[in-house]
């Protein structure tokens, strides 16, 4: 994969590139022959770029009052908040992912990155979410058995708390039966999965079985995300839903429950 080393920090090598990600070219910019490629979307992102490899580093290097200061410069400068985090702070874990992945990075060191991230996180919040307080629904929320990666499920979160819905966090690494028993403690309509190893799909797909068991499958929707599933393995695994994205998880869950709806109303007629 492309990528461009920038400059070096004694023992810590720190790399931008707006890289071929997993996520799609509409989202993030990509690298063509000629360049940097942008969506006409992406096009004013252009613009500020140097802010965005700066807020990328940042995070390379694990600064967290640096991401934050320059997240509110990027702010200032006019830079979305989305495009803050898609476009300056994800870039940066998916070079460090690939640093994870050719062992020339430890855990550690992600962690104090992932730190970086919650950081800048904290200024974006309030601008990422809608100020929405009606109830729209009852969510449990978790990432699978086996996966301790809790960035991902963090922001859905708050996507959803921001858009009216009440959240039952339950944190990473969760087995199948708490997922049922937390859905019927807190009588929840939808439950939302996220994992990004391999093997959390296969988990995913046994907490579906989980609730075929327990014969609640009909009242619960359930959406997947992360970076070990994709629309077809959603389908796959009997999931309602698959998001890509944080930012769409309140459309897509607030269209899981209108589907449960309209199917159960048919029932009764
Ligand atoms: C940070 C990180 C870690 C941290 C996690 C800290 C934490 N508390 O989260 C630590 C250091 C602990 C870690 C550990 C490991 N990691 Co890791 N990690 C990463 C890294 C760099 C970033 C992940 C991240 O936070 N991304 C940012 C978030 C915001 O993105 P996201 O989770 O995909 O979520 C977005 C969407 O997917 C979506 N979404 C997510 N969930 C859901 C759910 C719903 C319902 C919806 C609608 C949307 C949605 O919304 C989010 C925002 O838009 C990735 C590389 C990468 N680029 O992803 C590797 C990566 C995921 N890790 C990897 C690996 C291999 C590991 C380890 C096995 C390493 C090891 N040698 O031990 C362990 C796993 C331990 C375990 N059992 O889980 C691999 C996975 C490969 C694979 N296919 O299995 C990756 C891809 C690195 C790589 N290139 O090899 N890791």
Redesign the pocket.
């Known amino acids: 994969m492309p990528c461009v080393i920038l400059w070096r920090f004694p023992g810590r090598a720190i790399s931008w590139s707006l890289s071929k990600?997993?996520?799609s070219p509409s989202k993030r910019g990509s690298i063509s022959k000629k360049g940097l490629r942008f969506s006409s979307e992406q096009s004013k992102v252009r613009l500020y770029m140097p802010i965005l490899e700066e807020i990328s580093g940042a995070v390379q290097t694990g600064n967290a009052p640096k991401t934050k200061s320059l997240v509110e410069k990027g702010l200032g400068q006019g830079l979305e908040p989305w495009s803050i985090?898609?476009d300056g702070?994800?870039p940066a874990?998916?070079?460090?992912?690939?640093?994870?992945?050719d062992?020339t990075i430890?855990?550690?060191?992600?962690?104090i990155?992932?730190g970086a991230?919650r950081a800048g996180l904290s200024i974006l919040k309030p601008l990422l979410i809608n100020d929405m307080k009606t109830l729209k629904g009852v969510v449990i929320?978790g990432?699978v058995q086996?996966?301790?990666?809790?960035?991902?499920?963090?922001?859905?979160i708050m996507?959803l708390e921001g858009n009216g819905f009440h959240v039952v966090d339950l944190g990473?690494?969760v087995p199948p039966s708490h997922f049922v028993e937390a859905c019927l403690e807190h009588k929840a309509n939808i439950v939302?999965?996220?994992?990004?190893?391999?093997?959390?799909k296969l988990i995913m797909g046994n907490i579906i079985r989980a609730f075929e068991n327990a014969g609640m499958r009909e009242q619960i929707s359930i959406?997947?995300?992360?970076?070990?599933?994709d629309a077809l393995s959603a389908r796959a695994m009997g999931a309602d839903?698959?998001?890509?994205?944080?930012?769409?998880?309140p459309q897509?869950?607030l269209k899981v429950l209108k589907k449960k709806f309209k199917k159960k109303s048919r029932q009764n007629t």
């Open positions: 990600s997993k996520r985090l898609n702070m994800a874990l998916d070079i460090l992912g690939e640093q994870l992945r062992y430890s855990l550690p060191e992600i962690m990155s992932v991230v929320m990432t086996g996966d301790v990666h809790s960035l991902g499920k963090d922001i859905v996507m990473a690494d939302a999965m996220s994992g990004l190893i391999t093997i959390s959406m997947v995300g992360g970076g070990s599933v839903a698959y998001g890509e994205d944080a930012s769409i998880a897509i869950a």
